[in-house]
């Protein structure tokens, strides 16, 4: 798994409730003796939207009841908090002084105040209550993870006071602001913006008034201390509403990466899954299925948040969009082998040179045959290569070799996955290295259309020509009538083009040569609305290589000038000329030297010659022209390698 904070921790229990045995030997269930109100501020947004805008926490406040005599315990206790980034009217809350946050504590140490009230409590006997689940999820988990501060164990659970109110009325009431819950319960509530001490006093009466009532608080909410990997999702939890998209992720961004983006929100098990492009690198999006729809809408929130220097975009996924990129590793498990993926090769390295690299101290499994070098249609290298290990001590061993030289060039290293290992082979992989990879999938007629299309040159499959612009995949499947039931699963593929817009073409993988020789005979010619299609029989390799060039692979004869190749995907707001780079720069290279200006690869437009050399030129787009004119300011004679780069706007 993926830990969540510092350092490694004990798995919290489903049920964090005190049991005891009766006197008949049976488990009795016995409530929290102690229940620990907590709420802060930050300097920015309060209320539901609390930690939405990314600002620090400037306030802890809390006080401890006595469930069992329904009285407080202590004193409403509270502690400011100076931020880091610095005191000023700006970043200080309507409420609290400027001067109150200049010699206030930092964060580890005002939690510190709050873990010696609560430390004196037998362990198991206390938690933590809270109004919603923003001070914690969306403001505590965050901040204390990109502070690298250890989180400490009883932030793990907690109650949300306005889901238990639910739970008392039978989910017949959902009290969606603190002043909800006190008018339900005819609690005294003086504004709509109570907060610190105030809120503090406010939560004891809800409380108390529940307890009087004969509510018993059992069953917290548990916050994931790690993201578990696993290949065999359920479809049955990939659940409409609970899905996020992620974009513009580093392209060196791994599982951990994205669980401390969203720490303090649960994943499903195996709930993660990274895009590919046509030649196995990363595109710099993710689909996370989250534990269910309430957290999915803490995740939205937090749209634009940073990850290192780039902004996340954050916006909803599709169940369709997670089981399309998860199914391409269907039936496999990760005991299985354990993968690297590596990065800025020396186009010359072979498999050999890659397994001489690693050494007889993390052997490759199964020597040069477990190395998959990613190659371009054409045959060249992407400079990316997937190696197989045996166990964990062997990738731990790997991984020191992360940016050791190779042929004069640094080499670097990420773990790796044998889910995202299957995606790239399905995508990039010729049928000499699915033979070769094979015993990692033997089912290869499951989920995973692709793999099962590219095996030889058998014609099970049908080519669609002329379809409206508009058409889905699943029209598509309805325009073959009866003759749908002989469509293998996943297996339409719509063909984009640079702008990921239909072209009008769609590729059907059938389950024999015989029912696709059917399906051309009957549906060519055929009409879908007003439109008729033209339906033609082909191979498996022919849908592999159109899928891999509309996906925005390099053609035998690279483009000569910006735009030329139809590669690049989004509107540009303005393009840089790159004069000046070294011959063996490619788009990641530049990717990396434009890092604070969320660049993608498909953004990067490299000039070759009819020889396929590169001519020292590149073309870059900018979604904004200030952008463009940023990065020329600073970036202008700045060094690739040994050579300075020049540029203009173009």
């Known amino acids: 798994g993926i830990l969540l904070g510092g350092e490694k921790k004990k798995r919290v229990s489903r049920f964090c409730i005190l049991e005891y045995k009766d006197c008949?030997?049976?488990?009795?269930r016995r409530p929290f003796e102690k229940l620990v109100l907590f709420t802060l501020s930050t300097c920015g947004l309060g209320g539901e939207e609390l930690g939405s805008d990314e600002k620090e926490i400037c306030m802890l406040a809390w006080q401890v009841i006595d469930t069992t005599k329904i009285q407080p315990a202590t004193q409403v206790e509270y502690c400011y908090i100076q931020p880091t980034e610095g005191v000023n009217e700006d970043n200080t809350p309507i409420g609290i002084e400027t001067k109150n946050l200049v010699k206030a504590p930092v964060l580890s140490e005002g939690l510190k105040k709050l873990q010696s009230v609560i430390s004196s409590y037998p362990e198991n006997s206390f938690c933590i209550a809270t109004n919603g689940p923003c001070p914690l999820r969306q403001c505590l988990f965050p901040e204390m993870s990109k502070k690298a501060l250890s989180i400490p164990d009883f932030a793990y659970s907690f109650f949300d006071l306005k889901k238990e109110l639910s739970k008392r009325t039978n989910n017949e009431f959902h009290p969606e602001t603190l002043k909800d819950l006190c008018e339900y319960l005819g609690v005294e509530c003086p504004t709509d913006?109570?907060?610190?001490?105030?809120?503090?006093?406010v939560?004891?009466?809800i409380v108390q008034k529940l307890l009087s009532q004969g509510h018993v608080f059992e069953s917290p909410e548990i916050i994931q201390q790690q993201y578990e990997h696993s290949n065999d999702v359920d479809s049955g939890d990939v659940c409409k509403g609970c899905i996020v998209k992620l974009r513009g992720l580093p392209f060196q961004a791994d599982n951990k990466d994205v669980a401390r983006f969203l720490v303090g929100l649960n994943f499903i098990p195996g709930g993660l899954v990274f895009g590919i492009n046509a030649v196995g690198r990363r595109t710099g999006e993710a689909v996370v299925v989250l534990e269910n729809e309430e957290q999915a809408i803490l995740a939205l929130q937090r749209d634009r948040h940073y990850m290192e220097k780039r902004y996340i975009e954050v916006y909803e996924g599709t169940p369709e969009e997670f089981l399309e990129l998860a199914g391409a590793a269907n039936g496999v498990t990760d005991g299985q082998a354990y993968v690297i993926r590596l990065q800025g090769l020396p186009y010359r390295a072979s498999e050999q040179d890659i397994c001489d690299f690693f050494g007889q101290e993390a052997p490759v499994k199964n020597g040069k045959n477990g190395v998959l070098i990613v190659r371009y249609p054409n045959g060249r290298a992407s400079g990316d290569a997937f190696a197989l290990f045996n166990d964990e001590n062997d990738i731990e061993e790997a991984m020191k070799r992360d940016r050791e030289d190779m042929m004069g060039r640094y080499v670097e290293l990420f773990t790796s996955s044998l889910k995202e290992f299957l995606m790239v082979l399905n995508k990039s992989g010729n049928p000499e290295q699915l033979d070769q990879f094979a015993f990692l999938n033997p089912d290869t007629k499951s989920a995973n259309s692709v793999i099962a299309a590219k095996r030889g040159s058998e014609r099970n499959?049908?080519?669609?020509?002329?379809?409206?612009?508009?058409?889905?995949?699943?029209?598509v499947i309805e325009f073959f009538g009866d003759m749908n039931k002989y469509i293998e699963q996943h297996g339409v593929h719509m063909v984009l083009n640079a702008q990921n817009r239909p072209t009008g073409d769609c590729y059907v993988q059938m389950t024999s040569v015989d029912s696709a020789s059917k399906a051309a005979d009957r549906l060519h010619r055929r009409n879908m609305g007003r439109r008729y299609i033209e339906v033609f029989q082909c191979s498996g390799?022919?849908?592999?290589?159109?899928?891999m060039d509309s996906a925005g692979a390099r053609s035998n004869y690279p483009p000569t000038h910006p735009g030329a190749g139809g590669k690049r995907r989004r509107a540009t707001g303005a393009t840089i000329k790159a004069r000046g780079i070294p011959y063996s720069t490619n788009e990641f290279d530049l990717v990396d030297f434009f890092n604070d200006f969320h660049i993608?690869?498909?953004?990067?437009?490299?000039?070759?010659?009819q020889n396929g050399r590169s001519t020292g030129v590149a073309y870059i787009a900018f979604s904004s022209p200030g952008d463009a004119r940023r990065a020329v300011k600073e970036l202008n004679n700045k060094y690739i390698g040994h050579r300075y780069i020049e540029l203009s706007l173009a």
């Not at 913006?193 to 006093?201: N, Q």
């Not at 993608?600 to 010659?609: F, G, P, Q, S, T």
């Open 541 to 547: 390799n022919e849908v592999t290589y159109a899928l």
């Open 193 to 201: 913006e109570v907060y610190g001490e105030e809120e503090i006093k």
């Open 203 to 205: 939560l004891a009466r």
């Open 461 to 475: 499959c049908v080519k669609l020509r002329g379809l409206p612009w508009e058409a889905t995949a699943e029209e």
């Open 600 to 609: 993608e690869e498909c953004d990067v437009e490299i000039v070759y010659n």
């Open 24 to 28: 008949g030997g049976g488990m009795a």
